[in-house]
């Protein structure tokens, strides 16, 4: 049997919006398990190239320096606060929307340049700063320069990846899902790509340089969607556009909570340094196998229930129904995934990252934290659907204050496991699963 694929109607598919939260849900969550697959095969290139070595320990440390920039800007701040704030214009004045979108991208885009700059200067310092849980080991200076290095590398991509970023909230306020979801896919077949064939020549640098061609991948693929929209993009920077100013005001309680988490992350791995470079890897191999479900389902109906959720503000009823069917539908989704992946944690790290530069050893100390992590993987998905309801209210507030305290229990249970109690890096593990268990309660309770 031949399959007949017709070049038009897969385009004309490509280019459908979806217009309800579960056939959004759906195509956000496809790609999403599709993306978490390559990230998964990513890292099992990258173990597979460097195994559990020094220097991929200082990559996945001197990632955290750009991708925290960028999670302040985009993941955290600018995306969930602009969807609401634009389709909130959009139904009522389009030209007005769209100087709006436009105000918002010039000064996210300066925004971000300015820290790059900052980046360059300091990339040195910063990584001092990461290592700081390694400072005495014989290797110490040249992981600095290293990461040093690094960091300015990633940072040029992550130009793109903003750029894109901002492509996929513009293009999701009009409900086109499909082809942004696929932006993340191209940018981690982008870094797959250059440690395949970069690696034996540059090293742990072929990994910066996929970070590259990934980011300029995830930007290109929206091109074509946005010019079908017919969003009229223009040069300027206007400051005394209100809804840019409505954007703003609502931008730094929610860039202080994705700033405090990240920060967190940030701080635990260089708690975790105290153990060991090992540990995190150990750490992040674990931690990307449990955000498999996370991303699968939470993640996708958040982002999908957030445009519908931000519309149906002023009939509290339908808003309460929204919500309520979504988190029902998640916990019915990632219950049962969450158990499987803690009871076959084993095989399931084995199987993920069993290259032969992978010992046993390290096999099943990853699936010991992977244990941890996985007691809280329903919280997590949770906690994605829940902010995001109170940002479609405009409540970016109550969300950061419960964060931040949060994050602080964690910070100080995980070092106070690892320096006055001896665990291994699974206490950040634990620290983590338990803080956000305490998170999602307290979420629920006040939404």
């Not at 969550?29 to 020094?54: C, D, M, P």
């Not at 991708?67 to 030209?95: E, M, Q, R, W």
């Not at 750490?283 to 996370?294: C, G, N, R």
Request: with cysteine; charged share 10%; net charge positive.
């Amino acid at each position: 049997m031949i399959l007949n694929i017709q070049p038009k109607k897969f385009t004309s598919f490509l280019l459908t919006t979806q217009n309800t939260i579960l056939s959004a849900a759906f195509i956000i969550t496809i790609s999403t398990g599709v993306n978490a697959v390559l990230g998964l095969i990513k890292s099992r290139v990258l173990t597979a190239h460097f195994g559990v070595s020094e220097d991929l320990a200082v990559f996945y440390l001197a990632e955290r320096i750009p991708n925290l920039i960028y999670s302040v800007i985009i993941v955290g701040a600018v995306s969930t606060v602009f969807i609401p704030v634009f389709t909130g214009l959009l139904g009522k004045d389009k030209k007005r929307a769209y100087e709006t979108a436009s105000a918002t991208m010039n000064a996210t885009l300066l925004f971000f340049l300015f820290f790059c700059i900052l980046m360059f200067i300091f990339s040195d310092q910063l990584m001092a700063l990461l290592l700081t849980g390694a400072k005495g080991t014989d290797s110490y200076s040249q992981k600095v320069l290293l990461g040093g290095r690094l960091i300015k590398l990633m940072a040029t991509g992550q130009i793109f990846l903003v750029a894109g970023s901002l492509l996929t909230s513009l293009l999701q306020s009009f409900k086109y899902f499909l082809l942004p979801a696929l932006a993340p896919i191209a940018f981690n077949i982008g870094i797959i790509i250059c440690v395949i064939f970069l690696s034996p020549a540059n090293g742990i640098y072929a990994a910066a340089y996929g970070v590259i061609l990934g980011s300029i991948f995830h930007f290109l693929i929206q091109i074509p969607l946005v010019k079908r929209t017919n969003f009229k993009y223009r040069l300027s920077l206007d400051l005394r556009d209100k809804g840019l100013m409505e954007t703003i005001k609502l931008i730094p309680p929610r860039l202080f909570s994705v700033l405090t988490t990240n920060i967190s992350g940030i701080v635990t791995n260089g708690i975790a340094l105290m153990v060991s470079f090992q540990s995190v890897v150990y750490l992040k191999l674990a931690l990307q196998l449990q955000s498999l479900p996370v991303n699968l389902f939470g993640l996708s109906m958040a982002s999908a229930a957030l445009p519908t959720l931000s519309g149906e503000t002023e009939n509290m009823e339908k808003f309460k129904k929204t919500f309520l069917t979504s988190l029902h539908q998640t916990m019915y989704l990632v219950l049962p995934v969450s158990a499987i992946l803690f009871v076959l944690r084993l095989p399931a790290v084995r199987l993920t990252y069993g290259v032969s530069n992978f010992p046993w050893e390290a096999t099943v100390y990853t699936s010991y934290i992977l244990a941890f992590y996985s007691i809280s993987v329903f919280a997590q998905s949770a906690n994605y659907l829940i902010t995001r309801a109170f940002y479609a209210l405009k409540d970016t507030v109550t969300p950061i204050k419960i964060g931040f305290l949060t994050t602080l229990i964690n910070v100080v249970v995980s070092y106070l496991l690892i320096a006055k109690f001896n665990f291994g890096a699974e206490a950040v593990a634990i620290a983590f699963s338990a803080t956000t268990l305490i998170d999602s309660i307290a979420l629920i309770v006040f939404l």
